[in-house]
C-alpha cells in the first residue's frame, strides 16, 4: 500500500509537472528513464523524485538564463526493452540532450548501447554498478557519453568479500539475480573472497519476478554455509529471503547495496535479519548531505533519505543542471564536455540547494570554475565516466539500517591488487 501510494503520487507530481501548457518556449527537457514500477520501482520512485528535487532547487536558482529545466520522466516498468523504447522517444521525439537513469544496469545498459551511444546524447546513471558499463568505455563504445554516480561492482564486490571475512563468514552461498549486475558482481565477490581464504559453498542464479524461489533457496543451503549472500533487489530478494528462512536456511545474510530498504526489511520481519550485513556505495559528508537529509522527505512525500540511489540520484541531478548552466544551451555535446569541468578539482566548492545554486550559477557567468560536491561526498569522474569512493559498511539492527564502518578505496584497491 505505501509503495501503491507513493507511486500515485509521484505520477501525479511528475504529470503536471512535465504538462506542455506550463512549459515557457526557453525551458530546456531533461529525460529521466526510471524503474517506477517492477522489480526495482522502489529505487526509481525514490530516484525520479531526487531529480525533481534538484532540478526545482536548480530553477529557484535562477535556471539556465532564467529558463526551467524540466523534466520528461518515463517509466522503464524494470525492463530493458521498455527503457530503450521510451529512450528512443525522448531523444527522437522529445529532442532531450540529456537521459538521467536507468537505476539498475540491465535497464542502463540497453539504453547506452541502443539510444545514447550513437545519438550523443549524455546519459547518468544514478546507480548502474555493472563493470561492463567501464568495459563499454574502454572498448570505446560509449562514444564518451556516460557518467554515473555510484561506484563499480568490480569495487563492491571487492568491499562486500572483505566485509564477511571481517564479521567471521567463512563460508557462504549465494543466490543471484541472473542479469549483467548480478552475474559480475558475483564474479567480483568470489575473486577476493576465496583470495581472503572465504570458501562459497554454492552458487545459484535465479530469473526475475518468480511467484516462487523454494528450489533456489533449497540448493543453496547445500554444504552448510554460515550464510547466504543475496545479490537482489527488494521484492524478489524479500521472497529469496522468507524461502531461505522457511527451509531451514541460517539467518545470517549478506547484502547488496540495492537491499539497504525499508520494504525488503518489513516484508521478510526484523526479527529474521538480526545478522543481516551489507554494502553500499559510501558517502563522504558534506553541506549536501544535511541539507538532503533535512529536506528529502517532506519534498518527497514520505520517502527516507536513506532509499536506495536517493542521494546519488539528487547529485545525478545536480551535476547535470550545473553543466547545462556551464554548457549555455541544449546541446549535447557542450553538455558532455561540461560535466567532468562542473566536479573538477580547483573549482569554488558548491553544494546542494537554491542558495548554493544560485553561488554556482553566479560563477558560471563569471566565467569562473565550480566543484559541486554532492550529497555522497566529492566526486570527479574518470575517462569512461566513473567515480571512486569509499563504501558504507552496514548492519541491520532493531529493524533499521545502521552504518558500523566504512572501507576505502584504497583498501579495496590493495585487495584487488594482492595475488
Known amino acids: 500500500m505505501r509503495t501503491s501510494l507513493l507511486l500515485s503520487a509521484l505520477v501525479a507530481t511528475l504529470a503536471a509537472s512535465t504538462a506542455p501548457v ?3 518556449d526557453c525551458d530546456i527537457t531533461v529525460g529521466l528513464v526510471m524503474e517506477l514500477t517492477g522489480p526495482a ?15 526545482r532547487d536548480f530553477n529557484d536558482a535562477g535556471g539556465v538564463g532564467g529558463c526551467k529545466l524540466v523534466a520528461d520522466t518515463r517509466d522503464s516498468q524494470s ?3 521498455v527503457a530503450v ?3 528512443t522517444q525522448l531523444v527522437n521525439i522529445k529532442k532531450v540532450p540529456v537521459i538521467i537513469g536507468g537505476i539498475i544496469s540491465s535497464v542502463s545498459i540497453p539504453i547506452l548501447t541502443s539510444v545514447t551511444a550513437p545519438a550523443g546524447v549524455v546519459q547518468v546513471s544514478p546507480a548502474s554498478s555493472s563493470p561492463t558499463l567501464t568495459q563499454l568505455g574502454r572498448d570505446g563504445k560509449t562514444n564518451g557519453v556516460f557518467f554515473r554516480t555510484i561506484t563499480s561492482d568490480a569495487l563492491q564486490g571487492t568491499a562486500a568479500a572483505k566485509y564477511a571475512i571481517d564479521q567471521g563468514l567463512k563460508k557462504i552461498a549465494i543466490v543471484n539475480v541472473n542479469n549483467d549486475f548480478g552475474v559480475n558482481m558475483v564474479r567480483e565477490f568470489k575473486t577476493a ?7 562459497i559453498t554454492s552458487t545459484t542464479p535465479y530469473n526475475e519476478k518468480q511467484s516462487s524461489y523454494a528450489s533456489e533457496a533449497s540448493a543453496a543451503m547445500a554444504g552448510e554455509p554460515d550464510a547466504l549472500y543475496l545479490v537482489s533487489t527488494p521484492v524478489d530478494g524479500a521472497t529469496i529471503a522468507r524461502a531461505w528462512i522457511s527451509g531451514g536456511g541460517k539467518q545470517t545474510f549478506l547484502l547488496n547495496d540495492g537491499m539497504n530498504s525499508k520494504d525488503f526489511i518489513e516484508s521478510v520481519g526484523a526479527q529474521y535479519l538480526k545478522n543481516a550485513y551489507g554494502t553500499s556505495s559510501g558517502t563522504s559528508p558534506t ?28 547529485d545525478a541531478g545536480a551535476i547535470v543542471a550545473l553543466a547545462i548552466a556551464k554548457a549555455g544551451k541544449s546541446d549535447a555535446a557542450a553538455i558532455k564536455a561540461a560535466m567532468p569541468e562542473v566536479v573538477a578539482e580547483g573549482g569554488t566548492p558548491v553544494h546542494a540547494g537554491k542558495a548554493e545554486f544560485e553561488k554556482a550559477l553566479q560563477l558560471i557567468k563569471d566565467g569562473k570554475p565550480v566543484k559541486y560536491e554532492g ?7 574518470d575517462q569512461y565516466g566513473d567515480i571512486t569512493g569509499p563504501f558504507r559498511l552496514w548492519k541491520i539492527t532493531n529493524g533499521e539500517v545502521t552504518t558500523v564502518g566504512e572501507l576505502s578505496a584504497e583498501e579495496v584497491g590493495k585487495i584487488k591488487a594482492a595475488k
Not at 41 to 55: C, L, N, P, T, W
Not at 375 to 381: A, E, L, N, R, T
Open 41 to 55: 520501482g522502489e529505487y526509481g520512485q525514490a530516484g525520479a523524485k531526487s531529480v525533481e528535487m534538484a532540478f
Open 85 to 87: 523504447d521510451q529512450a
Open 193 to 199: 573472497y576465496e583470495k581472503l581464504g572465504g570458501v
Open 79 to 81: 525492463q530493458g526493452n
Open 22 to 24: 506550463f512549459a515557457a
Open 375 to 381: 550529497v555522497i561526498g566529492p566526486v570527479s569522474f
Open 287 to 314: 553541506a549536501s548531505t544535511e541539507y538532503f537529509n533535512a529536506n528529502y522527505e517532506a519534498f518527497s512525500g514520505g520517502i527516507s533519505p536513506s532509499a536506495p540511489a536517493a542521494d546519488r540520484s539528487y
